[in-house]
């Protein structure tokens, strides 16, 4: 065996190890997409405000439960997306898509994004409003960070970019629904077409 064989082989052999202790990169378009969801999701949420008759929100009030509904369908819009888009690349790549790596990467998310959700909650519950936004974007982005290892993308720096910008919106509260649209909405345009670019080449 030549020395350029040797080499090769060692590759492949790296390549397999990669493959089977990470899951596929998700594509840019699910980012992007993602961001097109939040965008449009939050110039709905303004107009249900900016409609309402007042300019903050009641736990108990119509509107409020408009807009739980508008994130529960950004939320859904954007994981169906993501699902449908990496379930197609794999098929295409002959790479399996359900096994212990996806479900580890599923855990590794879901754990600080539900923990989370169910802290916001319960702080709703307390009529405790001004970090909502914040909150949402610290969570999301430990989430993230914290799959990060599991996956072939550099989806750990837009968890850093979340969290950073989650910060700046505890400290300036009143920016939270715009500190809201960058973060979920821009940020992901640009993290998912900076993917798109990396794919091409």
């Known amino acids: 065996m030549s020395e350029l064989d040797y080499l090769k082989d060692i590759s492949e052999i790296k390549n397999l190890m990669n493959k089977s ?23 709905v949420a303004y107009y249900l405000v900016a409609n309402s008759g007042r300019a903050y929100l ?10 739980l509904l508008d994130l529960a369908l950004i939320a859904i819009l ?3 997306t993501a699902i449908l888009i990496t379930t197609r690349s794999a098929k295409n790549d002959g790479v399996k898509i359900w096994d212990k790596t ?6 590794s998310f879901l754990v600080p994004l539900i923990t989370g959700g169910i802290y916001i909650l319960i702080i709703l519950q307390q009529q405790k409003y001004g970090q909502t936004g914040a909150l949402m974007l610290i969570f ?9 290892k599991y996956t072939f993308s550099n989806i750990k720096y837009l968890g850093y970019a979340e969290i950073i910008l989650g910060l700046i919106c505890a400290c300036y509260p009143g ?22 670019l990396t794919e091409k080449k």
């Open 175 to 196: 920016y939270g629904f715009w500190l809201w649209v960058l973060g979920f909405g821009i940020f992901h345009i640009v993290y998912g077409a900076f993917m798109l």
């Open 78 to 80: 954007s994981v169906g």
């Open 140 to 148: 999301y982005g430990l989430a993230l960070i914290n799959a990060s």
């Open 21 to 43: 202790s990470r899951f596929i990169s998700l594509s840019g378009w699910a980012g992007i997409l993602a961001g097109v969801y939040a965008l449009i999701g939050a110039a």
């Open 58 to 67: 009641i736990l108990d009030g119509y509107v409020f439960r408009l807009i």
């Open 102 to 107: 996806t479900r580890t990467l599923l855990m």
